[in-house]
């Protein structure tokens, strides 16, 4: 269940990509409100994820299903010796016959999902996220000293995900009907849960007025608490003002249905639509450390994070090497004080600059790496791990402060975070070219257009 | 002539020329994300980057303005051309000098003489010094 703390604000929400994470979550637990697994990692990895939430995770969790994973071709389900993942192999065997009889053989098609075969998955895929962590906890021992409605308020999920196919821009229609239908089958199977749905598309659908409307009006009607929104590898930072007011008139259509509205993969611009700056017509965002703003559907999972530089102005990842000649020719490492005031005071850089900028190379030290590429033989810096931990300690510090901004009782409204971001225009413009910071007139447009 | 001539054969006919000046030189040497093609050190420790293109000096251009970070001077090298006049102009705004390498005559001439970067970090320049010292070390220009 959703604890009541957190019942009417809006959420944020960190993605745990691998156990190697786990102490960042922890470290950080008291700036987010709820932890996002991925099925595979909980179905590979169970007592690692459980150990999580049993000892550690102080927080609330969501498993996303990711049963669109079966309907795609094999190919994107295998491992480099071409074998099945194991994690998904694994998953795949808690989804119910249809699931585990074609995983990395034949992709599941709408065909496929007579009546029958929509309610045994349906069955299967809340059982997974009911239980599995349940059930591991207590094989671990781990529940014994706990009452019975303490075991489900630790781990449980707090809201169950219904199952959920990919709908392309040739697809859609295909597939549009077959979700509901999953959302009506979960609907009838809570015992009290919140359900939400995943909605996960193509960014060519998007770009389909009557497809938009269409998808935003079923999921807007349909029997669900909120949902989950995926946009295939939208990023923010790439995608075009139009985009975004597409992206902002689906978010839009689905919240006023009085649905929670929760985007899965999101960065700044999403964070700034939790508050009156974008009408506060997103209820959630997620995202994983440092990676994860934006992801594609297929490969399903996986994903290695590099090292890059948060920098705060720009809302964005920098490499290394980028930060300090911009900050350099900027005057910004000229002494501590014009560090903090201009690129970052959060409490992981006031740490590491203690007073001295020549520290900032903590978060850049690297060692050299060659390999021949298209014949040449190429040179790169490879973060160390110490810098890798800085990096990621100041990303989340960041999105602390990001969220905290725009969740506030003065969180700013659409014209002031607009001038802000025009401000930040103007500011960089002369040194990183229009190109390179339009994105954010892009995000300015959108939540305060220019009359 | 260029067109029987790489980048390779470029940097190692004005390396020949540096070194016959008292430069020391070491190739591909890493700075921060990048490597530049060629770093020449003076006796009086000046640090300088050299770039080397055979054609698209904006390119050039480019890379050599990331070097700046952490050198005394930069400059790019091309084989002999007709130097256009907007390219000698955005040299002379980013202060990165121009050398021009005459492969029949086996001629290094400064065009352009660089000036010292206005904006050079010392991280920057720690992390080039370490790149070089362990060159020099390993032995290995």
Redesign the interface.
Known sequence: MIPDEITTRPWHLVRYGTPAEAQYLCDYAASFDATVFNANMVAHAPRAVALFVGERGVKPFLIDPLTHAFQHDPAVLMNKDGNLKKSIRKLADQYGSLVSDRAGITPINPKDLSQAAIEEMCDAVMLFQRETIVKRLEEEGLTDYLEFAEVGAIARPMVLVAPYFFMGAQTWREWLGLNISFADCAADRTDGEPLYLELVIDQAVLADDAATTTIASAYAGASADGVLVWIDSFSEHDVSPAALLRFMSLVRTIHSSGKRVVNLHGGYFSVSLLGPAGGSILGGVCHGMEYGEDRAVVPVGGGIPMARYYYPDLHRRL????V??LA??R?Y?ADSRAFHEHVCDCPVCRSVIDGDT?R??QF?EGR?VSFQRKGQ?????YPVTASKDLCLRHYLERKRIEFARHISIDAPDADSEANVLRAVVDKYTEDLGLETVAYLLGWAEAIAPRQ | MRGSMTENDLANAVEKHLLCEGWTVFREVPLLARCVDMIALSGADEIMAIEFKLDNWRRAIAQARDHTIACDSVVICMPTRRNSDAMLRALDEEGIGLFSYCQEDDALDRILMPRSPAHTSPIARKWLENAIEARAEGGDR
């Open positions: 490499r290394y090497a980028d300090l000649r350099t020719r005057g490492l020549n900032f190379a850049g050299e033989l190429v040179t790169l810096n």
